[in-house]
């Protein structure tokens, strides 16, 4: 029997939806991404664990976003900005935009004491 996954502590917008069921809609919980980058957004953050750099908080939406669909010229380096909308158009199908949530992760939520 797999051993169970250590457990991570990751900071989640506090108006963040709820992480869905794996295989339902994404949501925009933001989970994924905040506990590693896919493998476009470690090229983007140049790292392969903790939270993706190209991860953005939407206020008006209430919810998460990937940068390189919603802000491609703010996340994609100097060299790679002509090619944004490009580069952007191309993204869904590399992060599998639209296919349904593939988080596995159990969410616990912690509240922090206000004393």
Do not use: F, T
Not at 38 to 46: D, E, I, Q
Not at 59 to 78: I, W
């Amino acid at each position: 029997m797999p051993e169970p996954a250590a457990a991570r502590l990751i900071a989640i917008h506090p108006a963040a939806p709820p992480k869905p069921a794996w295989g339902q809609s994404c949501n925009g919980c933001g989970v994924c991404c905040l506990q590693e980058p896919c493998p476009v957004g470690a090229l983007l953050s140049l790292r392969r664990h903790g939270a993706c750099d190209a991860l953005r908080w939407s206020d008006a939406a209430g919810r998460y976003h990937c940068g390189l669909l919603s802000q491609p010229a703010d996340v994609l380096p100097r060299a790679l900005r002509p090619l944004s909308g490009w580069l952007s158009r191309r993204a869904h199908r590399w992060i599998a935009a639209g296919i349904g949530c593939d988080c596995d992760s159990v969410v616990e939520v912690e509240v922090e004491d206000q004393d």
